[in-house]
C-alpha cells in the first residue's frame, strides 16, 4: 500500500486554447458585423447631411446673386445722382456768374 500512496496521479485539466479563441473570434466577428451595419447607417446619414449642405450652399448662392444685382443697381442710381449733382452745381455756378455779372458790370 505505501506504493500505492506515493504513487498519486495529478491529473492536468488542460483546456484546448483553440476552443477559446475560436469563441473569442467568433464574438469579435459578430461585433464587427454590427459596427459595419452601424457604419452604413452613419455613412447614409452623411450622404443626407451633405446633400442638405449642398442645398443650404445653393441658397447662399441665390442670395448672394441677389445682393449683387442690388448692388449693381445701388452703384447705377449712385452714378447718375453725382452726374445730377455735377449738372446741378454748374447751373449754380453759371447762375451765380450770370447775377455777379448782372449786377457788378
Not at 450622404?47 to 445653393?58: C, Y
Not at 449683387?68 to 453759371?94: E, S, W
Amino acid at each position: 500500500m505505501p506504493q500505492t500512496e506515493e504513487k498519486k496521479e495529478e491529473v492536468l485539466y488542460r483546456a484546448d486554447p483553440f476552443t477559446f479563441v475560436f469563441r473569442e473570434l467568433d464574438l469579435i466577428h459578430g461585433e464587427i458585423r454590427e459596427i459595419k451595419g452601424e457604419l452604413a447607417n452613419v455613412d447614409r446619414r452623411f450622404d443626407d447631411v451633405n446633400k442638405r449642405f449642398d442645398d443650404v450652399n445653393k441658397r447662399f448662392d441665390d442670395v448672394n446673386r441677389r445682393f449683387d444685382d442690388v448692388n449693381r443697381r445701388f452703384d447705377d442710381v449712385h452714378k447718375r445722382l453725382d452726374r445730377l449733382y455735377i449738372i446741378v452745381i454748374l447751373n449754380l455756378i453759371g447762375i451765380l456768374a450770370f447775377l455777379i455779372k448782372g449786377f457788378f458790370f
